[in-house]
């Protein structure tokens, strides 16, 4: 079993940046693709980004895309989610997420270990 923990989440303007952390213990996350999920209030949890294990390869959501960027730091168990021009609307609850086996895509049901959260504010 793996345990996450994110942190890095904070309150900040809109056109501004914050670097989320998600660190592993229990087991090494080289064995697992990564996901970034958000929830915002009154809303579903929805699909932020995607790393596989090497970190060769990523994917986001169009919402996202440009200015947001994943990796990860096997070495220090650690993935990153860089975020950048901020805007209102990035408002959300932040989590990381383990992938199940060698799935690598959007579906959050598809995802087992889970972050508590942090909470990203961007003030217009």
């Known amino acids: 079993q793996v345990q996450l923990v994110e942190s890095g989440g904070g309150l900040v303007q809109a056109g501004g940046s914050l670097r989320l952390s998600c660190a592993a213990s229990?087991?090494?996350?080289?064995?697992?693709?990564m996901g970034w999920f958000r929830q915002a209030p009154g809303k579903e949890r929805e699909f932020v980004g995607t790393?596989?294990?090497?970190?060769?390869?990523?994917d986001y959501a169009d919402s996202v895309k440009g200015r947001f960027t994943i990796s990860r730091d096997n070495a220090k168990n650690t993935v990153y989610l860089q975020m950048n021009s901020l805007k209102p609307e990035d408002t959300a609850v932040y989590y990381c997420?383990?992938?199940?086996?060698?799935?690598?895509?959007?579906?959050?049901?598809?995802?087992?270990?889970w972050g508590q959260g942090t909470q990203v504010t961007v003030s217009s």
């Open positions: 229990g087991r090494t996350i080289t064995s697992y693709v």
């Open positions: 790393i596989t294990r090497s970190g060769g390869s990523t």
């Open positions: 997420a383990t992938a199940r086996g060698s799935y690598y895509g959007r579906n959050l049901q598809l995802y087992d270990y």
